[in-house]
């Protein structure tokens, strides 16, 4: 089965510009989850779709934002980039948790870069 | 609220030492708790899970039991190899299932020969 799959890889920006990043979850899977990853930071989670609807949300502001399509593929998008949205962009999908065994797997991330 | 407390890193140990990476949690109910890595350059893996106290989660040589006592879940490895190298991860899911992780801010892990 193959895994999650996050692309590009790597993205180069300017500040100002906006971003489209893309994740293709587990065959099957129906939750992804989105998360950025800094040096500063840690992993911080930005959202989770779930059957094409945002289920959950982090404390990111309006500029990032998501979405699902109906085969769980999900786009997220940063618009106005600031060079502090420098980041590892990691994607994970997972099956409808069950009593908490909420377990994730995760994609090789989007390294993005805005300078 | 839900959190993860990991012991700072980085950590540097000689191959065939033991390892011990402290995780302590605070969270209603009972949680599921996972360890995950992170090689260079690659996204998370899951290493370990438990689901409940006093579950013992164990791969590729490393163990974590769940110790609800002393809200717990240490990683652990009694010999550790060059390859071993990485980031590793704590987390917690709340029960219920549907809402997010939450992470430590994980534990860099270096292994020299």
């Known amino acids: 089965k193959a895994g999650v799959t996050q692309t590009p890889r790597y993205l180069i920006k300017t500040r100002g510009q906006q971003v489209t990043l893309s994740c293709s979850p587990i065959s099957g899977h129906r939750s992804v989850s989105w998360y950025q990853q800094t040096p500063g930071q840690g992993l911080q989670f930005l959202f989770e779709y779930f059957s094409e609807t945002q289920r959950n949300k982090g404390n990111f502001p309006g500029r990032f934002s998501g979405r699902q399509f109906s085969n769980s593929r999900s786009e997220m998008n940063v618009s106005t980039l600031e060079l502090g949205d420098s980041a590892l962009y990691l994607c994970?999908?997972?099956?409808?948790?069950?009593?908490?065994?909420?377990?994730?797997?995760f994609g090789p991330g989007t390294r993005l870069t805005v300078l | 609220g839900n959190s993860v407390t990991q012991m700072e890193g980085p950590v540097t140990l000689s191959e065939e030492a033991f390892l011990t990476i402290n995780c302590t949690y605070t969270?209603?109910?009972?949680?599921?708790l996972f360890w995950y890595v992170q090689y260079p350059g690659e996204g998370l893996q899951l290493l370990l899970k438990a689901t409940k106290a006093d579950d013992k989660g164990s791969n590729k040589g490393f163990e974590a039991t769940y110790r609800k006592e002393t809200t717990s879940f240490h990683l652990e490895k009694g010999s550790v190899q060059v390859s071993d190298s990485a980031v590793y991860f704590c987390a917690l899911s709340p029960p219920g299932g549907n809402t997010p992780l939450v992470f430590g801010k994980g534990t860099r892990l270096s292994v020299i020969a």
């Open positions: 994970a999908s997972s099956l409808p948790g069950t009593g908490g065994n909420n377990e994730q797997f």
């Open positions: 969270a209603t109910g009972y949680p599921s």
